[in-house]
């Protein structure tokens, strides 16, 4: 354990040294300082744990080891402290990383925690308001006066806690209205027993169980219900928990009567989550470890999300071999990823959407398998990759059924065939630290779940030996929330509302409108005119307020009420609590903690139950809906604690879902864009007459319109033109220490993308303008947090737009047009902004990778022009450029093809199967161009293109290739110019194509053949030299513009927005040269 407190002094010397080297920079030193000797009392109390850990009984000495090795990998990572001249901030973040590991090490010691009368723990609960809590206990104690939990702070009525009063357990809580205590006395405890406490809070009611551990008896409920109308426990900064005796540090509330606790306490968990016993923030008094429950010896290893493992293995280069078990509820998540520090191959292991992936780059391109089923049901599956060379093989079988499995293979594209990496590059399992880049394509960087039985190359590990945010042991948490993505919905088991039953959820959401919940009845078909009369519920937001609908189906009309917030919206961002409260016909409805509102159903609908065959959180399936009343759209968020009858819904039960993420509510997540195609109409008065099919040399004139570009715009560059588009030019950082004001000129379609960065090389201080939803948001940091100023004026509207952002006095501002917006301040005492003297316009260099930028890091496809920092004119040789070209004078809604090369989507593969429909419009003034292709290796394949001025849809099922052909109608020409809309439907083996509304058929001789087998990229506007595409009879690329490209398989579609594609050669996003005719 001397090395611990070695490792504070070595701390503590670093510092001393960076002060002598660096009079420069004496101020950063100085909190350097202070971090250090933050570091050093972290460490210190550390060690503390450690002491105490080992006074604790033989069973626990094994863990304290595991500590101890601990400790010793911690002074391994703060060698690079004595290098603090070389690299100061690099280290700073390295020591955040190390203290947030020492407080999880600690965290996830499983010894109980001892305490005679004058032991006081203090701990940060890690939780947030809400209007539900459960806490679990155990408890071993033969004093019968105990505090055994309290929660609360100072300045507030609310507070959370079990005490024991002669032997008996009971559960007290006050919510602001008043305070309640709920006894258990079926159950003495003070016998020096194990006893498990169970406590839960629905809204006003607290429940609580208590069984003897190892006693077969069934434990029975007590309850109570709190006065008033206050439903939500708040829980703010200054809140602390206690286990175990209650300190001065807060005011205890006077319905508590107990202060002290003496026995022992084993492991605890609030709100679903374990509470590190050896994990409190501050502690008073003599407090000891002791024996804690007995556990069994398991295998298994638990991630929480926040943390991974690391292991390290020599591999050969031409073989690969691993095997995984794994058990999750979690649809994404990442299992395993090794890369190599100083070339661009890896491999990584993933959950994605509940189906397992293994992405493996050997140098010249990826290999993505990806099985079929999904696999996140809590069951344990065994996973096993092995490659050979480019061969690779994946094979996933359920643990315990050895009858099933499902394998994929496939073959590394390109010459490369070895996986090359040093045998000291680390392996991650269950996560990646966050200041580790990864490679483009890796969908998660954390996983919630257990893992058990790793073998890399034949070689076992211990996951715990160089892990944070692992425990041993797996005990799989049911999901209790669900982030609702863009046209995202779960559903779950029908829940109906009888004459006395009670619903709860909590949400949070930044959009205005959305459905949180819906409950719907199918009625017999024959009923569907009378739909109106079906019984259902919905709880929605509409413009910010909470809306609730019901119709108890008794052929009264639907009765509604409207509630809203006294802080204008409910799309705040910030989490609230509904609760519905059915008594008869009287339904109650409370938000937070405002005045219940309610609403009354008919005299018939007393006694009887409002029944539902389908129930929604977060949207409803598209063409499901009622009748007579407009259902808001998806709700874009957070959804949790959802409580049905005082019983937790938990949505690893869920039926079916559709674009959501479970266990994660992450607000500000870009989804894909996704939308419902419009219903098509055919003209009736054209009939489908087969075409047959003529040489492709058809001799017929086409005439097509001048092809006349617009001229350029002097002093603006457009971006955008691919990954990585941008231009960095160089200015006088000191000039913008105090003041920084930037303004430009911006005319784009596009709804989001970076517009210019600046930054110190530690990233810490920067400003950003950033477009995100088609609105201007102006970030900056002086160094102690992040300001955001934001600016409502839509300017994805292809018009220029004159914007200003400046920050002056510590104030952040953006003036569009003209016209500016309340200024928003700098966080913290930062005074001034010290960034290095190169601004990055139009996006950043793909090798950049920015920390405080969030999604929007992507080249802005516009045009940018006249910049200027503090009024001077920036000098126009740019240190790097990239994909940069000219703007033209007169642009119009659409991507623009220059004749020379194609976009790409899908690099994964593009599934086509059975059915996909096509839609989007083209304008072009050539005869000739590839317009879309997705194609096998062998001959399934679809394409789009345009042969002599006539628009070919091919297909091929396997069998052979049929073409459906449109040819325009007298002198009408497809080159003319002018926009037209294409659609194109392949259903099994029917075919058809509608241009401009005129609809075109085509016989299948190959009717058994129904399904188009790809598994590759979709090319747009052309294709790349050595790409086989076997349904395109044509190699030019388009020359023209295209837009609101869309692919959809049943009910799902998805737009593409060019600025997204993985590869763009010769293609302008969002910027079609000329006027709209």
Known sequence: ?????????????????????????????????????????????????????????????????????????????????????????????????????????????????????????????????????????????????????????????????????????????????????????????????????????????????????????????????????????????????????????????????????????????LNGKSIGLWNYMEREGKCNGCFGSPQDEDTSFHFDGSGYSVVEKALRSTVTQIIIFFSTFSPNGLLLYLASDGTRDYLSLELVDGKVRLTV?????PLALTTENRYNNGTWYKISFSRNKKQGILAVMDAYNLNYKETKQGESPGVASDLTRSDKDPIFIGGLPRSRSVRKGLNSRMYVGCIKNLEISRSTFDLLRNSYGVRKGCVLEPIRSVNILNNGYIELVPKSLSPESELMATFATKNSSGIILAGLSRGLEKRRRRQAHLPFFSIMLIDGHLAVHVNAGDRASTTKVILKSTNATYSDGQEHSVILIRNKRIITVQVDESNPAELRLGSSAEMSTINISNFYAGGIPAGEGILGLKMAGSFHGCISNLIFNKELLYFTTSMKYEHVDMNSCFLSEKPKPSMQPEDIEFQPELKALPVPLRPLTDTKKVFCAKDELPDYVQGAHQFGLAKGSHLTLLFNQSAVRKKLSVQLNLRTFASSGLIYYMAHQNQVDYAALQLHGGQLYFSFDLGKGKAVAFHPAVISDGKWHTIKTEYVKRKGIIIVDGQELVAVNALGDGSTLDVEGKLYMGGLPLDYVPKNLGNVTHSIPACIGNMTINSKQLDESPVSIFAVNKCYVTVQEGTFFDGSGFAAFVREGYKVRSDVNITLEFRTTAVHGVLLGVSSAKVDAIGLEIVNGKVLFHVNNGAGRITATYEPRGTNSLCDGKWHKLQANKSKHHISLIIDGNLVQTDNPYIHSTSADTNNPIYVGGYPADVKQNCLTSKSSFHGCLRNLMLTKGQQAELFDFSRAFDLRGVFPHSCPGAEH
């Not at 996830?108 to 005679?116: E, G, R």
């Not at 679990?136 to 609360?152: I, Q, R, S």
């Not at 809204?203 to 190892?214: D, F, P, Q």
């Not at 780059?361 to 391109?365: A, K, T, V």
């Open 361 to 365: 780059d050997l140098g010249s391109g």
């Open 1 to 269: 354990m001397l090395e611990v407190k070695e490792l504070a002094v070595s701390a503590n010397t670093s510092a001393m040294v960076g002060l002598s080297h660096f009079g420069d920079f004496s101020q950063k030193l100085l909190n350097t300082s202070s971090t250090l000797s933050r570091v050093n009392d972290t460490l210190r109390k550390t060690s503390e744990l450690i002491t105490d850990s080992s006074k604790a009984a033989i069973t626990a000495e094994k863990q304290v080891k595991e500590v101890e090795a601990q400790a010793s990998l911690l002074l391994d990572r703060l060698k690079p402290l004595k290098m603090l001249e070389e690299n100061l901030n690099r280290n700073l973040s390295e020591i955040k990383e190390l203290i947030s590991q020492a407080r999880k090490q600690a965290a996830s010691i499983k010894v109980a925690v001892s305490a005679d009368r004058d032991c006081i723990r203090a701990y940060q609960p890690q939780i947030s308001s809400t209007n539900y809590n459960t806490l679990t206990l155990n408890v071993k104690t033969a004093e019968p006066d105990n505090l055994l939990f309290y929660l609360g702070s100072n300045g507030r009525s609310d507070f959370l806690a079990v005490e024991m009063r002669r032997g008996k357990v009971a559960l007290l809580w006050d919510l602001g209205s008043g305070s309640t205590r709920v006894e258990y006395p079926d159950l003495q405890v003070d016998n020096n027993k194990w006893h498990r406490i169970h406590a839960t809070r629905f809204g006003k009611t607290g429940t609580l169980n208590i069984e003897e551990m190892n006693a077969n008896q069934k434990p029975s409920s007590k309850s109570a219900t709190s006065p008033g109308t206050a439903s939500i426990l708040d829980v703010n900064k200054s809140t602390l928990m206690f286990l175990g005796g209650l300190g001065g540090q807060i005011k205890k509330s006077p319905a508590v009567k107990v202060t002290h606790f003496k026995g022992c306490m084993g492991e605890a968990s």
